[in-house]
């Protein structure tokens, strides 16, 4: 047999159709079996957990059958409880499946300790000011002290207490800085 009448032969389009009908059953049963074990249009709606701690949150996730992640810690914000939730993903109000991750990012307990810079003590106060600002401290009073070099940084105080190159203390402290007023 040629394969001209082969194509055109009985048996040959028997199978033809065969295998158009195996297709299609396939494609509708593979179809049906992804409705019904990945839950389409089942979802719940993700809570606002900003501002609760970890056991709060886990209750209520595992209320909702969903499950939580910490990415990380962020920045301290003091708006927000220690240890608190202050970013969440997805965000509130969505919606996702159950059983879904929701990452977290929690608020730390205070500020980070940040070290106090070497070579500011004698450095002129428009130097010292921008550097301890830039390092997230805040700058206090300006207490003038009998000395050659007018403007020029004698000494850094936190709270009555005199700091050194290498001191540890949180950010947003302030430090008072003690100037040469250009007397002597």
Do not use: C, W
Request: proline content about 6%; charged content about 25%; hydrophobic content about 40%.
């Amino acid at each position: 047999m040629t394969f001209l009448k082969f194509i055109f032969s009985k048996v040959f389009f028997l199978q033809l159709i065969l295998a158009v009908v195996v297709i299609i059953v396939l494609v509708f049963g593979g179809l049906k079996f992804l409705d019904l074990t990945t839950n389409h249009n089942e979802t719940v709606e993700v809570p606002d957990l900003s501002k609760f701690k970890l056991d709060i949150v886990d209750k209520k996730l595992e209320e909702m059958n969903l499950r939580r992640e910490v990415l990380d810690s962020a920045n301290f914000n003091p708006a927000y409880p220690p240890y608190s939730v202050i970013n969440q993903v997805p965000k509130p109000g969505k919606r996702v499946k159950e059983n879904r991750k929701i990452y977290l990012t929690l608020n730390p307990s205070g500020y980070i300790n940040i070290e106090i810079p070497k070579n500011l003590i004698r450095k002129t106060i428009r130097q010292v000011e921008p550097t301890l600002v830039a390092l997230g401290f805040q700058i206090g009073d300006t207490i003038q002290k009998p000395d050659i070099a007018k403007g020029a940084i004698l000494e850094l105080r936190h709270k009555g207490k005199s700091l050194k190159a290498g001191d540890m203390l949180p950010k947003t402290s302030t430090i008072d800085l003690v100037v040469g007023d250009g007397s002597l």
